[in-house]
């Protein structure tokens, strides 16, 4: 058997570093096309019930009170900017199709600690004359330590089938 020369080592290198690149694209190419990608990147609604185990969530967000006026980024995309917006989808929609494509979910899906601040947030924004007056009476009521924990969650702790009414 013949010795690689440096050269040549640097070539075959070259070439399977190539292969990997390129079939790694391919794959990702092919699976971002399967997976309807590109509609996630627009704010149609419909293309959150693109996987299985969405389209209950999406036919009680039809039937909900919110469901006439606002659509799933309103909740659940952040509204500070719309790199974070982007960042939020990325990130969503790459442990969402990691989690499906391995099958590692529960089909009772369950809101991450990261989402629900998002979603908080969005409560905050658009209803925020309302927020504001609950939150200076509560603010009011507790001690000064406990101000973050009732603005971090307070809107989806009473309100979490909001969106998605049953």
Request: glycine share 8%; net charge neutral.
């Given at each position: 058997?013949?010795?690689?020369?440096?050269?040549?080592?640097?070539?075959?290198?070259?070439?399977?570093?190539?292969?990997?690149?390129?079939?790694?694209?391919?794959?990702?190419?092919?699976?971002?096309?399967?997976?309807?990608?590109?509609s996630?990147?627009?704010?149609?609604?419909?293309?959150?019930?693109?996987?299985?185990?969405?389209?209950?969530?999406?036919?009680?967000?039809?039937k909900?009170?919110?469901?006439?006026?606002?659509?799933?980024?309103?909740?659940?995309?952040?509204?500070?900017?719309?790199?974070?917006?982007?960042?939020?989808?990325?990130?969503n929609g790459?442990?969402?199709?990691?989690a499906?494509?391995?099958?590692?979910?529960?089909?009772?899906?369950?809101?991450?600690?990261?989402?629900?601040?998002?979603?908080?947030?969005a409560?905050?924004?658009?209803?925020?004359?309302?927020?504001?007056?609950?939150?200076?009476?509560?603010?009011?009521?507790?001690?000064?330590?406990?101000?973050?924990?009732?603005?971090?969650?307070?809107?989806?702790?009473?309100?979490?089938?909001?969106?998605?009414?049953?």
């Open positions: 058997m013949k010795k690689l020369t440096r050269p040549r080592l640097t070539t075959v290198l070259l070439i399977v570093i190539a292969i990997l690149i390129g079939g790694l694209v391919g794959i990702g190419t092919f699976t971002f096309g399967y997976a309807q990608g590109a996630y990147l627009k704010s149609d609604s419909q293309s959150c019930a693109n996987c299985h185990v969405m389209q209950g969530h999406f036919d009680a967000w039809l909900s009170s919110h469901g006439k006026f606002a659509g799933c980024n309103d909740c659940h995309a952040p509204h500070d900017g719309v790199a974070s917006k982007y960042y939020c989808k990325a990130r790459f442990f969402h199709s990691l499906f494509t391995t099958g590692d979910f529960e089909e009772n899906l369950r809101i991450t600690d990261y989402n629900r601040r998002v979603t908080e947030q409560c905050r924004n658009c209803h925020q004359d309302l927020v504001h007056q609950i939150d200076i009476n509560a603010i009011g009521e507790l001690q000064n330590d406990k101000t973050e924990r009732l603005e971090s969650n307070a809107c989806i702790r009473c309100h979490s089938s909001v969106g998605h009414d049953t």
